[in-house]
Structure formats: C-alpha cells, structure tokens
C-alpha cells in the first residue's frame, strides 16, 4: 500500500481511526501508569491502618504493663518457680523428703535419682529412697509427699517388716517429681497480656502459704547418682 492510498484510507476512516488511536493509548496509560499508581496507593493506605492499628494496641498493652504491681509479679514468679522449678533441683527435694521423714519419725536410709517417665508431656526425674519408721506413720507420710507444695506423684512402694508383729516397717518407696522448663519465646508482641485469673491467683495465695524455703544444711543420706534407672 503506498502513501496516496494510506492518506485516502485515513481520510475515510479517521472519524473512527481517531477514537480507537485514543481509546488504545488511554488503555496503555491506564495500565502502565495509572493502575500501579493506584495499586500501590490502596497498599500503602492498607499498610498505613495496619501500622495504626498495631500502634494503638501496643499503647493499650504498654498502659496495662504500667499499671501491673511489679514487686507482686516478682514474688508471685517466685512462689511458682518454688512450687513448680523450670529444673530437676535435687537438693531442695532432698530437704523436702528430709522434712517430711522427721515429721513422721522415719529415718532415711538410702536415695537414688533417676530418669522419670515423661511419656505423658510432663518432664520429671524419680526419686527411689529406702526408709524405716513407724508402721502407723506410713501412709500419712506418703499422704504429705503427694501433698507437699512441689508436685510429686507415688510411684511404687515395697514394705517388709524387720519382725513378724513389730510397729516398725521397712519400705523402698520411689515418687516422680515434676518440674516445668521455662518457655524459649516470649511469644508475639501482639498478642494480649496474659492476665491472672481470679482462680490462678487463689492458686498462688495458696501456695504462698504452703511453700516454704528450706535452709540449706548438712544432710546425712547416702545418695547415689548416675543411673538412669533406679529400679534395676
């Protein structure tokens, strides 16, 4: 087609040729220029309200962390970490069986610590001890280990008489003892502040009653360490 035919097919036809040109170019503007303008405008708006948002929520959450009693927090922490460690803390076992033998009147023979059975999610390590006492005494004692602040649980036992018809008994008695590692992440920063409840906090008041530090002293038991089972 030369240029004197193209002139005479634009004369004909540029009351349409015109329009569809300029409707083309509107679509390209649109598409190139226009649509990632807007695009990226109602993105930034989103991100904008988003932002907004996380801001006031972590202006209320930091307005609840200032109002908290943080001397209570610490002495709460406190009675928890007592009652339930994030470690095995032999000794204060030790001491805690300790008592409660002298408070029965049995004597403490031997103690072993092993690997306790954590097949249900909860970690523990087991004590094994050989004892002597009163017979009479015996389940009030193991009443008061499975009462006791620290969350110990009666694994088994074995009794035997020293004579046919004595008061006195002899028993391997082995309880798990269960402690709670602290957790590795604080969790999200958006999330809510975890609150104490009306029934956690009777639960601390009554452990704060309950727990009481023993001091450290010398205590004369045979403890034997390193098995992984204490019933072989």
Known sequence: MNKEAL???YQKNKIIIFPVLVAISSLILIVLIIYPQISGLINTNSTLLQVKQK???LEVKAQE????DEVQLQKDLGVALNALPS???YLEVINIIQG???QNAFSLQTLQF???DNTAG???FIVKMEISGPKSALN???TSMESTYRPMRLASIETNSPKQGSSTINATVAVNVFYSPLPTTLGSVEAPLPILSDRDQELVTTLAKSVSLVAVGNVSVSVLRGKTDPFE
């Open 122 to 124: 909860k970690p523990s």
């Open 55 to 57: 801001s006031g929520f």
């Open 114 to 116: 092993g690997q306790g």
């Open 140 to 142: 009030q004692l193991l």
């Open 87 to 89: 470690n095995q803390d």
């Open 65 to 68: 962390l200032q109002s908290l």
């Open 7 to 9: 002139q005479e097919f």
């Open 100 to 102: 409660l033998l002298n």
